[in-house]
């Protein structure tokens, strides 16, 4: 099964870990009105995230999901895709 995550900040990044984790192919999808490359993805882990990972026997690469590329869709409707790991 597919999903269609809309939005990627910490809600969207969080659903498509569990929808993975399920076994499904889950793709997120964030509107910018740029591109975001010199922003890179934005999300810090604080501390007491890292201390809950640890305390659950977990390390932030077990709950991540990987990005190996960035799609966008503009608004004339052409779309573009970049490596971005």
Do not use: C
């Not at 993805?41 to 690469?61: D, F, I, N, P, Y």
């Not at 991540?64 to 790991?85: C, D, I, M």
């Amino acid at each position: 099964m597919n999903a269609v995550i809309i939005g990627g900040f910490v809600a969207g990044l969080a659903t498509a870990h569990e929808l993975r984790w399920a076994g499904l192919d889950a793709r997120v999808f964030e509107r910018s009105p740029g591109t975001m490359e010199a922003r890179g993805a934005g999300k810090v882990m604080q501390h007491e995230v890292e201390e809950l990972l640890r305390r659950l026997g977990l390390t932030a690469e077990q709950v991540s999901v990987e990005l190996l590329e960035r799609q966008q869709l503009h608004r004339n409707g052409k779309a573009t895709s970049y490596f971005a790991p």
